[in-house]
């Protein structure tokens, strides 16, 4: 089955400045990537996502990138505020899973004012 | 975006009761719900998959005897925990997808019930 590694396990930036977060996997045939954000207490929420037939997305502050020869992607976020504090977890699917999702093992991300 | 309920957000149940979860797709027709487990700082941990009319799929290491899940229809999947006991306590997860949608990959997320089992 696939295998997601995620790194760094936590994180700390200066309000303002700008956060990676990296992420590879081991199935080749994986299509699809997707990055959660969750707070405290509450369940996942979708931020960005990205698809094998692309190498880059953004979206405002947040942008993925997709590396389909090294079998990584990377979250990235700009002018950090300290609303972004949270845990991200990335996602790897494979086709013929039934959306079966393989989660990394989160980053804990701190904004520090 | 779809949005997916899940109820209730806490409950603290005794040692040897059952406790139900409801996952609900509110705006989409759901073929497919993922039951995930999240222990404190940890990721989620997939248990089982349910689709629409048929029984679930469980991961290896989840009791299905322990932990019944039951998707009757297109908007609505339940987990019970059965006889729990203090090391079920946990924080459960629900997700939805609709397999029928074009093929699309997107997973909806639940906001997750905190389990505590006395």
């Known amino acids: 089955g696939e295998n997601v590694e995620q790194h760094p396990s936590t994180l700390s930036v200066q309000e303002g400045d700008s956060a990676v977060i990296k992420c590879t996997y081991s199935?080749?045939?994986?299509?699809?990537f997707p990055w959660y954000k969750q707070e405290l207490g509450k369940g996942p929420q979708l931020i960005i996502d990205i698809r094998s037939n692309v190498g880059e997305k953004k979206d405002q502050r947040i942008a993925v990138t997709l590396n389909k020869t090294a079998k990584h992607f990377s979250l990235h976020i700009t002018e950090t505020q300290p609303e972004d504090s949270a845990v991200y977890f990335c996602?790897?699917?494979?086709?013929?899973?039934?959306?079966?999702?393989?989660f990394g093992t989160g980053t804990s991300l701190t904004v520090i004012p | 975006g779809a949005v997916v309920s899940q109820h209730p957000s806490r409950v603290i149940c005794k040692s040897g009761t059952s406790v139900k979860i409801e996952c609900r797709s509110l705006d989409f027709q759901a073929t497919t719900m993922f039951w995930y487990r999240q222990f404190p700082k940890k990721s989620l941990m997939l248990m089982a998959t349910?689709?629409?009319?048929?029984?679930?799929?469980?991961e290896q290491g989840v009791e299905k005897d322990k932990f019944l899940i039951n998707h009757a229809s297109l908007t609505l999947s339940t987990l019970t925990v059965t006889s729990a006991h203090p090391e079920d306590s946990s924080f459960y997860i629900c997700s939805a997808t609709d397999l029928t949608s074009g093929g699309l990959n997107e997973q909806f997320f639940g906001p997750g019930t905190r389990l505590t089992v006395l």
């Open positions: 996602a790897a699917s494979l086709p013929g899973t039934g959306n079966q999702f393989y």
């Open positions: 199935d080749s045939a994986s299509n699809y």
């Open positions: 349910s689709n629409e009319g048929s029984k679930a799929t469980y």
